[in-house]
């Protein structure tokens, strides 16, 4: 089964020579792991030295057809060679034809166009406060978010996200945000108030660790909101476009939203993200009240129609959930087998396996020893490695990708008893 070809390790003179040559020019916020890739189609990635790996990760959520998907390059080039970039003094073609699929698939009316999550979330916070702003008063102008959520880099969205780190050192911060723990019924209830604009959550807390939400606090949300007056958002950046089985989670969730923010595999590797509303709620975004230059630029949304053209086709979510259930079982195996993972959380695509206590702390390990046998995962936090492929990930694929965790869960295993004893 040539699929994907053989693993090979990094060679570390070169990973250094390659920590170098970033350390030199680009500002350290991030530290890239020790390979440059080069090109790439499907779910296998070629690095600058020819060696080949297979992606699980996907671009963090985002490939949601693998790399260069014959459909996504052909709707690239052909936009490429007709129209780039007019700005938001023109409407567009491929614009309106996004705003009238995303409409017509979902719960929501109206569409405003950003160019990635946090942008999407930018737009879905100020709108929520705008609208409360609009029918109740400057008062009503609260927002209640979750510990661990993440909302993207942004001043307002990293005040919203739960992760304080993320905001510390640049103050002052957005104020009136409220974080509380996720699942707990009765903080929701104590804090959800006439005050509240918005109750603001991932409907799967992913950075923060693959938290899943009860259905029945989701729903109680809903409830709490509609008796304040209060806006439900769910920033479905990560959980949306078929990433858990549904084109949007809260379709899985039988909860609807009244403002949605959406990005990642929205574009499927091309930057776009958009807030999603109800009439009522967008009504209040007025002429002149917020605005993008780039936002529903001609190539991002010819490329988003594509993508969501592809996506919402049954056989690909049917995949989805078939595809969730082998990694799913398969990282519960490699669980039992090396004793790394504790529990595996997560829906779909957006998968877990959280490291077991005699192994905390280790998921960046993880994730390191698993790009030595081949494979390209994530971490979400320290605890959690994650994994978030493309959607049309085969069967073969997924059991080759199990397989070289499978190798680098007992590598890792055999060498922390090694050190341990
Ligand atoms: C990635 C992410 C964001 C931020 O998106 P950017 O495109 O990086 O700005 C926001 N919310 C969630 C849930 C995300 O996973």
Redesign the pocket.
Known sequence: MPVVPAPATPDSAEAVALAERFDAVMMPTYGPLPLLPARASGVDVEDTQGRHYLDLAGG?AVNALGHCHPALVAALTKQAGKLWHLSNVFANEPELELAEQLTRRTFADRVFFAN????A?EAALKLARRYAYDHFGAHKHEIVALERA????TLFTVAVGGTPAYAEGFGPAPEGIHHIAPNDISALEAVVGPNTAAVFI?PIV??GGIIMLDRSYVQRARELCDEHDALLVF?E??TGVGRTGTFYAYEGLGVTPDILST??ALGGGFPI?AALATERVAASFVRGTHGSTFGGNPLACAVANALVNEVTKPELLANVVERGAQLSAGLEKIGRDTGIFSEVRGQGLLLGGVMAPDHAGGAKQLQLTAVEHGVLTLVAGTEVLRITPALNITEDEAAVGLERIAGAAAHLASSDRGSSS
């Open positions: 963090i990635s999550g946090a942008e979330n993440f909302h993207g880099r991932e992913a950075e920033d950046v990560q990005a990642k993200g």
